[in-house]
């Protein structure tokens, strides 16, 4: 069975930080690809921040600079640091998880929500 966990979310104020984290369980952690999305209330899910198998990295521009998305696959786990955080980066956070190879094979977790506000 495979499971996926997102933590990490909470409420910070504006400037703050929150460090997110997806866990993963069941499969060959390595040889996927993670992405971190968002949905804010009324707006589509939104990729903001990808890591490949052989760690190249991606952001959506909005957050490039202040977001940082790192994996440790000795944990099965990818981290979204989030710095200088702003009201419009409140949102549900979802981890995804694809096989590099089998695009059949892809899992979401739960989500973790993150409010940002004074």
């Known amino acids: 069975q495979v499971l996926v966990e997102e933590s990490g979310g909470g409420l910070a104020e504006p400037g703050g930080s929150l460090r997110l984290s997806c866990e993963a369980s069941g499969i060959n952690f390595a040889i996927y690809k993670v992405g971190w999305y968002r949905q804010a209330p009324g707006n589509e899910r939104e990729l903001i921040a990808h890591?490949?198998?052989?760690?190249?990295?991606m952001y959506r521009d909005s957050v490039k600079g202040r977001f940082t998305i790192s994996r440790d696959n000795a944990k099965n786990t990818v981290y979204l640091q989030m710095n200088n955080l702003k009201p419009e980066d409140t949102a549900v956070y979802y981890c995804?998880?694809?096989?590099?190879?089998?695009?059949?094979?892809?899992?979401w977790g739960r989500g973790t929500q993150v409010t940002v506000s004074s």
């Open positions: 995804n998880l694809g096989h590099y190879q089998n695009s059949a094979l892809n899992y």
């Open positions: 890591i490949a198998q052989d760690g190249n990295t």
